[in-house]
């Protein structure tokens, strides 16, 4: 069994946004003095204050003392040029771009150990992130990893959903959360990883699967980037995230036109758990009661 890195030892880590704010936070909860570095000081003070806020959240909701939360501040700081002294891991999370990252690896590649890539490192990692409180696993190098590959169609589904206007975001997302048991619906979680995140790694894994369709990524997320809409990050994403705005129910009523057959049978209401519970589109189109969870799901037809 590997040993996990020594708490003397210090943390690198490139790229200072959602993840790389998340991964210091939880290194210097553990202990190691935790080095951040971006590609500007602007964005580091974005990753310490990311950081920040995450810890005062803890401290409110008394799941952290205040002092606890001060000594793990104390342990994160700007990453000085060059490789910071006692140095035991470096841990790149920059933005999904191969070239960046190759980049920013081999600055510090130089003055790395010899065998900084020999198998062993990855049981040393593998313990490490267990004494952080992580349960790691081992997998082979593939596009998406086991993660990222298999959300691919969570997100492919719903953005498809919503190009075919099946439903609103806050409709796709209730029926999965409400019915299907997520814990978010896959518009409020692209929203949280941000679209630029989500629409770059389903590009590289559509690249890496050699551009098999069922990775291909969609214009409708596309335009999202294009427009800024990025998500919590930016304010707005599928949904408004600006202070006071109230986010969208699901919807109860079709907004579209209605299949003939679904029409002439609207009248005689929704039953759920009959034979008829998904023929009135224009009753429902999800119930949120998970014991009678249902969806009209009818394709709407233009007569
Ligand atoms: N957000 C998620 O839920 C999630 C989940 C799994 C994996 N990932 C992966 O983690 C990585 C980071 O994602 P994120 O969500 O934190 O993105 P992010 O956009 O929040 O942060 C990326 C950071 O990288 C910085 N950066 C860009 N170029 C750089 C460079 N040359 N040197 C140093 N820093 C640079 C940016 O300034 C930014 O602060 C991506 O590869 C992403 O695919 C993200």
């Not at 009248?267 to 189109?285: E, H, P």
């Amino acid at each position: 069994m590997a040993e996990p890195l020594s708490r003397e030892r210090g943390v690198l880590v490139i790229g200072a946004g959602t993840m790389g704010s998340g991964i210091a936070e939880v290194a210097a909860a553990a202990g190691h003095r935790v080095y951040l570095r971006d590609a500007s000081d602007a964005a580091v003070q974005r990753g310490l204050a990311l950081i920040r806020a995450s810890l005062d959240k803890r401290v409110a909701r008394g799941k952290l003392p205040q002092s606890g939360r001060d000594t793990i501040l104390e342990r994160v700081q700007p990453a000085p040029p060059g490789v910071p002294s006692g140095l035991g891991l470096v841990i790149e999370a920059i933005y999904e771009d191969l070239e960046a990252k190759v980049q920013a690896l081999t600055a510090v590649e130089a003055s790395l150990p010899a065998d900084a890539t020999a198998p062993a490192v990855a049981q040393a990692i593998a313990a490490t992130a267990q004494s952080w409180g992580k349960s790691p696993v081992h997998c082979r190098s593939t596009p998406g990893f086991i993660v990222n590959r298999v959300a691919r169609p969570f997100y492919a589904e719903a953005l498809r959903l919503l190009q075919e206007q099946a439903g609103s975001p806050a409709t796709v997302d209730a029926v999965l959360r409400e019915c299907g048991g997520f814990r978010m619906g896959p518009c409020e979680l692209m929203d949280l990883i941000g679209h630029d995140v989500n629409f770059a790694v389903t590009r590289s894994v559509y690249q890496g699967f050699f551009e098999d369709s069922r990775y291909r990524p969609s214009l409708l997320q596309q335009e999202l980037v294009h427009a800024g809409w990025l998500g919590r990050k930016s304010g707005r994403g599928f949904f408004d995230y600006a202070e006071g705005v109230q986010q969208p129910a699901a919807d109860e009523q079709s907004r579209g036109p209605i299949p003939r057959w679904c029409a002439s049978k609207a009248s005689s209401g929704l039953r759920a758990g009959s034979a008829n519970c998904c023929a009135s589109a224009r009753a429902s189109v999800w119930r949120k009661a998970r014991a009678s969870a249902c969806c009209a799901s009818t394709a709407w037809r233009w007569r």
